[in-house]
Structure formats: C-alpha cells, structure tokens
C-alpha cells in the first residue's frame, strides 16, 4: 500500500509538481472568481457610493465625493433610530424564543421510544422549512385575517376580533411566532445528531446510581450537547441583527412601520423605492459591518469555549 | 382519541425489547409513565400547530368564499367548490408565471452547480498554489455583503434586468454548499484521483469520470438545496423585472396578498374580473405552489438532513 503510493507519487502526482503544471485546475476557477468578483466583491467597492453622490444611471462608484454626509444623515435622523430599535427587539425576541425551542422539541423526541412516531413528528415539523416565505406570508395573513380562524375562534369566545395586521402592537408576537414555527423543527437536526453522540455507559452508569429518568435527562443528557447549545447560541447571537427582510416586507404595511420595520425594510425603501442610494448604502454599510463585527466576534468566542466554530 | 394507544405502546415495546434497549424502563415508575404520555401529547400538539396552517389552505381552496368570509373554514372545507382551482388555472399569467419558475428553477440551478462544483473542486486540490487565497475570498462572502443596494446597481448597470440572469447569477453560489462540497472532494481517497491521473486523464476528465460519478449524493444534495431554494425565491425576481408575464409565481401570489393589504405596487397579475382577491384564490395559488415541493419532499428531507450533517462535520 505505501510503497504503491509512493511509486504513484514518484510518477508525477501530487503537489510536488510546479503548480503551471496544474493550469487545467486554474481554468475550472476562471468562472466562479469572475462571479465573486462581479457579483460580491464589486457591490462591496460599490459601497463607495455611502462617501460619494450616485446618480441613477451613472457612474457605480457615484459622481463626487461627500464624505460622512450620509453617515451623520442618519445617525440624526430619529427615523432610523427607531428601525435600530425595532431591529434589535424584532432580532431578539426572535432569539430568545426560537433559541430554545428546537432544544425542547430535540429533548421530547429523544424520549420518544417508537421510531415510527419519532419520523412522523420530525417529517411534520420539518416541512415549514421547505416553504417559500411568500407562502408563509400568505398562510399568516389568512390565519390572523378578520375572517381568519383566530378571530373566528375569539369571537366564540366572545373576544371582539382584532386586526391583527394593522396593530403593530402585534407585529412581534406575529412575527416572533412564526419564525419559531419555520424553525423549531429543522433546528432540531444538529441537536438530535448531537444526543446521539452520547456515550451509552453514562445512562447505564446513571442508572446503577439510581437516577430516573428525570435525572438522566439533567445529568447525562443536557450536558451530553452543552458545547451543541454553546456553540449554536453564540453563533445565532453573532446573526440575531439580521431578521428575516423578505418576510417583514411582505408582513408589515405603513400601519404597522412603529414596530415592523428594520433597518433593512428602511434603506430598502428609502434607497430602491424613493432613489436616495447613496444614503441607503450608508446605511447598509453600518448595517453590515455591525454584523460582520458581531460575527466575527461571536465566533471566535464560540472556538475559545467549544473548539468549534463556523470556520 | 389517537395519543392513547400510541401511549400505551410505548412501553409495551420497552418492556419487551427491556433487556436490550438503551434506557430500559424495567422499573419505570408511575412518574415516569405519566411523563412518557405527556411527552406523546406535548409532541402531537406540536404536529397539530405545524400542520394547520397547511391543513387551513388545503380547506379553504376548496371551499366556497361566502364560508371563507364568515370565518367558517378551518380544518375542514365547507361549501365544497373546486371551481376555484378552474378558475386559476384559467388565467393565462399564472401559467405563465409557472412556467417561468420551472425555467428559472432549472437555469438557475444548473449555473449554481457548475459554477460551485468547479470552484469546490478546484479549491479541494492540494496541488492547488493559493487555495487559501480562494477559499478566503469566498468565505470573506459570507461574512461581509455588499448589501442590496450596491448588488441592485451592479446588476442594472450590467443589463441584467428583465432578463432570467438577473435572478440566476447574482446569488449563484452559495458559499456555505461550496464548503460542504469541498469537504466532501477531499475525503475522497486520493490513490484513485492519482491513479486515474497516471491512467491518462486529465483535471477534467478526472473531474467527470472520476469524482462526480463518486459524489452523486452530495450532488444530488446540493441540487435539491439550489433548486428549491429557486422555486421558493421571490425577491429578486420582484426586484428585477418589471413586466408580469416575467414573474416566476411566487412573485404572482406575493401580488395577490399585496393586493389584499394595499401595499404599492399596481403591476398585480390578478384576473381583471376580480375586484378583490378571495381568500380561496389565494388558497389555491399556495397549494399549487406547494404541490412540487411535497412530491419531492422525502428526497429533500433526507438529503437535505445528510447537507447539513456534512456542512457541521466539515468544523
């Protein structure tokens, strides 16, 4: 075996040959470098635009230079303070309830004996992952309608019917429930991989100790996939700022901007809709660069503590 | 009515497996039976909440709208009407727009996999001088975005609006599938990739002869991640063109829906005739949407769970 390999290295193979001799594996990069380059790296230049004019139609790179007019723009304007504010609390309430529920639901199924229900209940939970967010959208809208079920079954309980979309008092609550319910199930993957990474002779040992099941649960199992949980934890807080804009954007409407709409619904307005780019960008480059910070950082805390990170 | 002989076999089938099942419940105590019935309940709810809003739809598509409006359809349909599904299958847009997303769905599709199986490949090399500077400048990707805006004025400036490029290139490659193909390409056994080598065949005819046919699942993966992902995408298309008859449908029921909340937007596909959008129309729209998704659902689950099994095993 090692002397094969070392004859078939001998023969030319491997990295020992100088690398223009590899010029076939050079052309498979041609295309994909060309589209990183057109379609990621030249937006990312573009976002020159925040420090210069840019007029529709012109020059990508913008006209002039205006410096950090954008910036303080927005950094004044209320308006955008307030999308930062819904941003936060939209990205965080969505974390702190969609966080622990595919934990939850990982933890019932792993005390599910019959195989047969265990696939039903995942095959069931797993499907709101598959669906267009148009089609999200759409199942939300007719559920919280006035003639939706919800308000059919508030007004059987002699609850007056709510307009659940044109409150933003509700947004939250609507938009947190439903990226928990697209989300528990198909979160419980990595959990579920994890739980049965657990050694055997630990519940075996736990047992011989008198533990229930109860315990078990506490004392094998929840340490079992602590470093899953770390690890996952720290890298959604890395991503909790970026919400879900296709989905706020088909939900909200101007009666509901107080608590829907993010920064990213706000420059998408303001920059597509209304052509004011360069003061879009602006926002758009503090945006990403707060997240790429967050991620970052996230991650290298998240190698620190577990060994295990995105990268 | 359905949890309780569930319930009750649970721990016959622990009791007879007893001795050899991991946990054995010999001595389960009356705590622990309670718990194993609840548990049953607690997931079946979970089910019940995940599978009504699609049981809502499949309801009111097919019952009639004066049901609908009196807020009368929930589980079951009432006021039996398939006419609906006739009448939007009448409407010559929505088979237009259908038609575009299978179009869109295999283009897009095809260019996504050459262009991420090339760049995987290429990067899974070791013989490769820079893959560190390739991979780094794919991973950079995903990390920091240019951001809608800059993207939007690239992709108008290079005249790609109104054109099926607008929705296939600009987010061809998804970094993420790229590291889990890559990952894949390098465990495979490098004797065989030298040995085809010494037999003749070139990085290319390695590439097809040898370590696609070998990769068939993570292809078939990767394929069924683009491809639905595809077929679910709106935005772009909703941003990139601007006539009807070039939205794939998805962008046709985001219309729909707009038109219900009098968001903007007048370029709406819906039948003229109709001066408000019933809720069984919107039934329909979604159902038929969804139908292809479902045909293919035990696939996708599957390999979409071995996906993200490799992209986490890869650290």
């Not at chain 2, 010494?198 to 990767?222: C, F, H």
């Amino acid at each position: 075996m090692s002397t094969e390999t070392a004859r078939l290295r001998a023969g030319g193979g491997g990295s020992s040959r100088p690398w223009y001799r590899n010029w076939q594996l050079y052309t498979l990069l041609i295309l994909p470098v060309a589209y990183f380059v057109i379609f990621r790296y030249l937006p990312m230049a573009g976002n020159i635009i925040a420090f210069r004019q840019y007029m529709p139609g012109g020059n990508i790179f913008g006209e002039y230079w205006t410096g950090f007019d954008n910036f303080k723009l927005f950094l004044a304007d209320p308006g955008f303070w307030q999308v930062f504010r819904n941003n936060i609390v939209l990205g965080g309430l969505a974390l702190l309830f969609g966080f622990p529920a595919p934990i939850i639901l990982a933890l019932l199924l792993n005390e599910v004996r019959n195989r047969g229900f265990k696939r039903f209940v995942q095959s069931a939970t797993y499907l709101p992952h598959f669906l267009s967010v148009v089609i999200v959208a759409g199942m939300i809208m007719q559920l919280t309608s006035l003639q939706g079920t919800i308000n059919h079954f508030l007004s059987t309980v002699g609850i007056d019917k709510i307009a659940f979309m044109q409150d933003p008092g509700w947004f939250p609550a609507i938009y947190v429930g439903s990226e928990v319910w697209q989300t528990a199930g198909w979160g419980t993957i990595l959990y579920l991989a994890a739980l049965t990474q657990i050694d055997e002779s630990l519940y075996e040992a736990a047992r011989i100790d008198g533990a229930n099941r109860w315990k078990q649960t506490w004392h094998v199992t929840i340490p079992g996939i602590t470093p899953t949980i770390v690890t996952l934890l720290i890298l959604n807080i890395g991503t909790f700022l970026g919400v879900g804009f296709e989905k706020i954007f088909l939900l909200y409407n101007p009666s509901t901007y107080a608590t829907a709409d993010v920064i990213s619904t706000y420059l998408f307005r303001v920059g597509i809709q209304s052509g004011s780019f360069s003061y879009a960008a602006a926002i758009g480059m503090f945006e990403a660069l707060i997240g790429a910070i967050l991620v970052i950082s996230s991650n290298m805390v998240a190698k620190r503590l577990t060994g295990a990170g995105l990268w | 009515m359905i949890e309780a002989p569930a319930a009750g076999a649970v721990p016959t089938a622990s009791l007879v497996l007893g001795n050899t099942k991991h946990r054995s419940r010999i001595r389960q105590s009356r705590g622990e039976r309670i718990f194993g019935v609840v548990n049953v309940v607690i997931l079946l709810l979970a089910v019940a909440i995940t599978l009504f809003p699609f049981v809502n739809v499949v309801a009111q598509s097919l019952s009639s709208e004066k049901y609908i409006d009196f807020g009368l359809v929930s589980v079951w349909p009432r006021g039996w009407d398939v006419s609906t599904y006739g009448l939007v299958l009448k409407d010559p847009t929505f088979w237009i727009n259908y038609r575009n997303t299978v179009v869109y769905t295999v283009v897009s599709t095809a260019v996504s996999m050459v262009l991420s199986t090339m760049f995987a490949y290429a990067v899974s090399r070791p013989e490769l001088k820079g893959r560190k500077f390739f991979i780094g400048m794919a991973i950079v990707t995903m990390l920091y975005s240019g951001g809608i805006i800059p993207t939007y004025i690239v992709v108008n400036k290079l005249n790609l609006t109104d054109t099926i490029w607008a929705i296939a290139l600009p987010g061809a490659i998804s970094v993420f599938n790229v590291l889990v193909m890559k990952s894949f390409f390098e465990n495979l056994p490098d004797e065989l990739l030298e040995a085809a080598q010494i037999d003749g065949l070139n990085t290319y005819g390695i590439l097809l002869r040898i370590v696609l046919p070998l990769s068939k699942a993570v292809m078939a993966t990767m394929i069924l991640i683009y491809a639905v992902g595809q077929w679910n995408s709106w935005f772009p298309a909703f941003l990139y063109m601007d006539h009807s008859d070039l939205y794939p449908v998805t962008v046709y029921l985001r219309n729909l829906i707009a038109g219900a909340t009098g968001a903007q937007d007048a370029g709406a596909s819906a039948d003229g005739n109709l001066t408000q959008i019933g809720a069984n129309i919107k039934s329909v729209t979604m159902v038929l949407i969804v139908i292809p998704i479902l045909f293919v659902y035990p696939f996708i689950q599957r390999y979409f769970v071995t996906g993200i099994m490799l992209g986490s095993v890869k650290g």
